[in-house]
């Protein structure tokens, strides 16, 4: 694996990322004096960051609306890319990884409801050409995800400065537009989620006024979360890794807090499964992906590791097609 040094970002580049991780639509001219750079300077910088596909931000509907499943796959030799591939059209299909160990293939589901969960792992996943086998895990809920990982090149009152002008963001209006148009102003912040309320109407031929309003209205409501991400190679975390543990019924949430301090966590969820928690990390190197496993045993000493596997590829992340090197193949 590419040592995490010879690709990772410039540190100016770190800080605008982390600033936008804590504020993603944070005012380039609101971020000038925390960073101590001009707004124009800011603003050709993140251009050149997404032109170059190293870092964006999207949009999507909140996690707490959906069911979530993860769906291991394991494929039969030389068929784990088109498998993939295919997958990959699905809209049900946010985020693929391919995977060593127990399994070829990790894709993170999403889906209205139960039953449509039900047709996709029975009649799309069992149509399928190329898997010879299926484990499901439904997510009960999301303790912990990368909404919260941060990359930590801003200090700590550089940091405070950007929360607080995420927590000065205006009170929305109280109008709700019809759900086809806030489905489609969320599809249009999902290609990108600085986009501003001007762009959006103009594309959707709505009124300003509604655009701004409803796009207040699912942020602030939480049906609508705003992210920023960044190719993995070149964050100074290149290493992906999956861990599978067991925990007692009597100590989850305790184990779960625990187990959310860890600074490098990506997702920490409980599953309904042969696991009870699943858990995504990104580390610097092999060797934090060993070592992890051992803070873990020391900090919670009713877990156990059942398996883990390491991320090879991601062709696929929250909808967005990657590139071999993990990077957006669009601006």
Known sequence: MTDARDTMLAEEDRRLIH???????APWTALAPILGVDAVTIARRWSRLQS????????????????????????PPGRTRAVADEIGRDREAITIDLTTGGRDLLVTT??????????????RMGSLDGISDMTTHVLTGIHTDARS???????STE???????AN?????????????????????????????ATEIAARLSLSVDSTRASMNNLLASGRAVIRTEVARRHSGRPAYAWYFLKSPARSMDQVLDRLSTLS???LLAPTIGPYSIIMAMWLRNLDEVRKLETV????????????????????????????????????
Do not use: M, N
């Open 19 to 25: 600033a936008l991780q804590i504020a993603p639509r």
């Open 52 to 75: 170059e596909g190293l870092a964006w931000v999207t949009a999507y509907p909140a996690t707490a609306e959906r069911v979530l499943a993860l769906i291991e796959l394991k494929c």
């Open 110 to 123: 999403a889906f209205e409801d139960h039953e449509q969960l039900s047709d996709y792992l029975l009649e």
């Open 149 to 155: 990982w941060r990359l930590r090149a801003l200090d």
């Open 159 to 165: 940091a405070a400065a950007v929360q607080q002008l």
């Open 168 to 196: 000065s963001a205006p009170a929305p209006r109280r109008l709700r537009a019809h759900p086809k148009d806030e489905a489609e102003i969320l599809r249009e912040l999902a290609t990108d989620g600085r986009l501003p």
């Open 264 to 266: 490098d966590v990506r």
């Open 296 to 331: 873990i045993e020391q900090h919670c000493p009713d877990v156990i590791i059942e398996d883990r596997s390491l991320v090879l590829r991601t062709p696929k992340h929250l909808g967005r097609r990657l590139t071999a090197t993990g990077q957006t193949s669009r601006g």
